[in-house]
């Protein structure tokens, strides 16, 4: 670690934790999020509770939230294209701006009915991703609702499904490696036709006989520090139920995603000899 990035780290985590102003919570779609794109595809319903994104051959839609933060622990209710989604992507990411933006993303790729979903993950840092982990899902994620979580605070990024993590990248700077922590990141997600790589890597097209696809959304919840001019305040008066800025994974945690990782884990770039010849990026033996 430099020892301009621990100053730097060192300033976020005092005006994070000595920020005590109330802020987010749980949410309404009108409060929380402008609809950014989709002449009319995307919309907000049931006075706020929940919204829709669809896509047709014309065009896809989404949506960005009002805040951007700078930490958080997001969660949000998901129902994904049903029927015949091959080729449809449904996006949900956290990003910042500019060539070295920071993202975490969540991707649904669509399939075939009765075919899987595949949950494809990733993070970048400083502008750099190719940090890949693709899962499929115990469930349907088209039948009902789940719940997609990024929990990101200075020691780590946890992605979880249901409450049950599914990947972890830790804070790994004293090795050298970027942690998202300087740069501030608005919530997103968008539905589009990816059917050149999405569905078995681009064999499977979209049918557009199906259209309009819809993806559904409610009861998102954000317990995180918003930013405004230059400094971020935390969701509670109450410093104890900030309590997710120093979350880890326990060791059921652990045991949690040694579980998913091993029955339901079909791609990891830490495994990928072919993709990384010359060795496996350095996080990948520090994990
Ligand atoms: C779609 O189904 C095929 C066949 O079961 C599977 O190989 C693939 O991983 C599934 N998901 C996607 C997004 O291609
Ligand atoms: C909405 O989310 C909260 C926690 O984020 C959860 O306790 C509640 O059960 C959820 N509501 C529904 C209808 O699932
Ligand atoms: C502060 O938050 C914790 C955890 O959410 C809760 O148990 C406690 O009652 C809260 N205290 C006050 C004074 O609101």
Known sequence: MTSHSFVSMKIV?????????????AGNFYQDFDI???DGRANILNNG????????????????????????????????VSGNSAGTVTAYYLSSLGSAHDEIDFEFLGN??????????????????????????WFDPTKDFHTYSILWNPQNIIFSVDGT??????????NGIPFPKNQPMWIYSSLWNADDWATRGGLVKTDWSQAPFTASYRNFSAQACIWSSGSSSC???????????????????????QWVQ???????????????????????SLA
């Open 112 to 137: 075939l009915s009765g075919d899987p979903y595949i949950l494809h993950t990733n993070v970048f840092t400083q502008g750099k991703g190719n940090r890949e982990q693709q899962f499929y899902l």
């Open 235 to 257: 969701s509670s008066k109450n410093s104890s139920s900030n309590s997710w800025l120093s979350e880890s994974l326990g060791t059921t945690g652990q045991q949690r995603i």
């Open 13 to 25: 985590l005092i005006s994070v934790l000595s920020s005590f102003l109330l802020a987010a919570s």
């Open 49 to 80: 509770q929940s919204l829709t994104l669809s896509l047709d051959k014309t065009s896809g839609s989404g949506f960005r939230s009002k805040n951007q933060y700078l930490f958080g622990k997001i969660d949000m209710q998901l129902k994904l």
């Open 165 to 174: 993590p599914i990947r972890e990248f830790k804070n790994l700077e004293s």
């Open 36 to 38: 950014t794109w989709g």
């Open 262 to 284: 091993k029955n339901y884990m079909i791609y990891n770039y830490c495994t990928d000899t072919k993709r990384f010849p010359q060795g496996f990026p350095s996080e990948c």
